[in-house]
């Protein structure tokens, strides 16, 4: 080894003790009801590392270092901060324009949880404000870090970078708050981008990224696995309903309708419950469907960095089964990021979609298609079936807070509220602060759901934990209903861990699922 | 990552305790990982192990829960075939703890 590579070397090995994965305790906090802004605990999650991805194949489909931080790594750090200051002027702007009003500081899930000022996100943002202070103003490159409060590229820097943008959810909720709505999302989506790019690879969520485009979906299932879940899912259908014709159509060519979904919808559950629901409503509505075993994955990782070469050739697969199937119209499933991907960039990624009918030129949400059959009385409902129920709405943040649903004001609100309150008599809403567009994340989105993380998904549920438990004391609501796959796998998690059964959550087709009345069609 | 020595053989397990190399499964791995969690491993334990185990060499895949659910159902009995009773069989969750002791990687994605 020569003398020039030596330090690197080193480098590597301390960034690496610095963020080494470690198993961690995690106890929840007491249910109130309410939700307090916490004491200040300085680092107290700074030892909560998420894995990082070793697998020197996937790494290399990725395009990202193999072996940890590269030797050079400052010089490419550098090199690539510019690149997405220079592509995305957003964060550029976010850099110039926060005066430090606080705003946003009570705000985020992890830092109401936690206590940890560094979970802040000013104080999130602001891991990255000092570095760009220091290189990327004319001050800070004139006279150092000093006159500018900034800070030289250091390991610490970085292992601080890899911890706290580990920490960030993209949920946006401080982004409501700001005054000048800095969305401390863009920030940490460039801030991993350039950790990525110097060798510092999260696993979860890249493995995931690179399931999703060589074997097609997030759960790494082979077309074979999919046919035989889809096909039990069908024949339990017919078992449950004695109906022989109902299906969950697969690969059909000239269907109306190609509904793409996240691939935990015909694995896990409650996620599965959903699909029961989806088949109901299609096969009532009597529109042609189909799903399709190359776009076997709605969700879409990759727009949790900001790589948009992974995003593009994710959400690709989609338009090319569209186009294949020959579809008239394409409607996503419970999805949190997948409905902000498909309904708000796939046009300027894979667009314009005139092959499909004019009528339907951009993606649809399943509850914006249920809600309007309902609406025409399409359907035919027994809400005594949801009798037990006192449902309420977890509204998930890519939905609540992405654009507007059904081409409608507040629609992203409103329409899975209507399918709710139309299959479902009694509904209770959670405190208005904790929903809408205020709504508080799962705690475990963008890419923070592994088992490595529970230590700060535990705490970062805290507020949604806290709100639920308030509504389910006062107004006995016992289900919670909600449309993403990463909410309902969280907190089907975290229910038990906040001793509340896991079956209180649940999908809203699940509630769609079990008030359809089959066979009793009325007309469309 | 982290390797343990198993009947004079080297066998690696990722950070939760996966095998790394699926090859490496025997019987008496699977025991030994039981052990570990002060788990001892039942006919009930097995029947899901290998009901698992075959699954993935047909799919490269864990079955999704309610395919186990109605395999147990079938092997086991009405009484047994439900969530409830898996999650007795292995608390930490069938999909996770059941998987592990079978050798299977550990599931990805929203789940």
Known sequence: ?524 | MRSIEFEGKKIELDEDGYLMNLNDWSDGIAKHLAKEDNCELTDAHWEVINFLRSYYQQYQIAPMIKILVKEIKKTMGADKGNTKYLYQLFPDGPAKQACRYAGLPKPTGCV
């Open chain 1, 1 to 524: 080894m020569t003398d020039e590579k030596a330090p690197a070397t080193d480098a590597n090995a301390i960034v690496q003790e610095l963020i080494k994965y470690e198993k961690l305790p995690y106890e929840h906090v007491e249910l109130t009801g309410e939700i307090k802004v916490p004491k200040i605990k300085p680092d107290a999650m700074i030892k909560v590392h998420a894995q990082q991805l070793t697998s020197k194949d996937t790494l290399e489909r990725l395009g990202y270092p193999t072996k940890g931080l590269i030797p050079n790594w400052k010089e490419v750090f550098l090199k690539t901060m510019d690149k997405m200051l220079k592509k995305y002027k957003s964060v550029r702007l976010f850099m110039d324009i926060c005066v430090r009003c606080g705003a946003c500081t009570d705000k985020c899930h992890y830092f109401i949880g936690t206590g940890d000022p560094r979970n802040m996100p000013v104080a999130r943002a602001e891991l990255m404000r000092k570095v760009y202070r220091r290189y990327f103003t004319w001050p800070g490159k004139l006279f150092g870090s000093k006159m500018v409060d900034g800070w030289d590229l250091s390991i610490d820097v970085l292992a601080l970078w890899y911890t706290y943008f580990y920490q960030c959810s993209e949920c946006r909720r401080c982004a409501v708050f700001c005054p000048y709505g800095i969305d401390t999302a863009e920030i940490t989506m460039a801030a991993r981008e350039i950790l990525n790019s110097v060798g510092l690879v999260q696993k979860y969520q890249h493995e995931i990224i690179d399931k999703a485009q060589v074997i097609g979906n997030n759960l790494g299932m082979q077309q074979n696995a999919v046919v035989n879940a889809l096909e039990f899912v069908r024949d339990e259908l017919r078992e449950e309903t004695g109906i022989e014709e109902i299906d969950i159509p697969i690969d059909i060519e000239g269907a109306d309708v190609l509904f793409v979904t996240p691939s935990a919808d015909f694995f896990a559950s409650p996620h599965i419950e959903s699909l029961y629901g989806y088949a109901k409503v299609f096969h009532q509505a009597g529109i042609s469907w189909t799903m399709s075993t190359h776009a076997s994955e709605g969700g879409n990782f990759g727009m949790f960095v900001h790589s948009y070469d992974h995003m593009k050739r994710i959400n690709k697969r989609i338009w090319d089964a569209a186009r294949a199937l020959k579809v008239k119209r394409v409607i996503g499933g419970e999805c949190g990021h997948m409905w902000r991907v498909l309904s708000s960039f796939s046009n300027t990624l894979w667009g314009p979609f005139d092959y499909l009918d004019s009528k339907y030129p951009r993606p649809q949400h399943i509850c914006e298609f249920t809600l309007d059959l309902l609406n025409r009385g399409a359907l035919k409902i027994d809400k005594t079936a949801n009798a037990e129920f006192t449902a309420t709405i977890h509204d998930s943040c890519q939905i609540a807070r992405g654009m507007e649903m059904g081409g409608q004001k507040y629609g992203q609100f409103e329409i899975p509220r209507g399918v709710i309150k139309g299959v479902c008599e009694k509904f209770v809403d959670m405190p208005e602060n904790t929903i809408k567009e205020r709504t508080f994340c799962c705690g475990a989105g963008q890419g923070l759901l592994g088992d490595d993380m529970l230590p700060t998904r535990v705490k970062g549920a805290m507020p949604r934990m806290q709100a639920y438990s308030y509504v389910k004391k006062q107004n006995g609501v016992n289900f919670m209903a909600l449309i993403c796959a990463i909410c309902k796998a969280q907190l089907s998690k975290m229910f038990p861990t906040y001793d509340i059964e896991m079956e209180e959550v649940g999908g809203i087709h699940q509630l769609v699922g079990r008030a359809i009345v089959l066979g009793a069609k009325e007309g469309i």
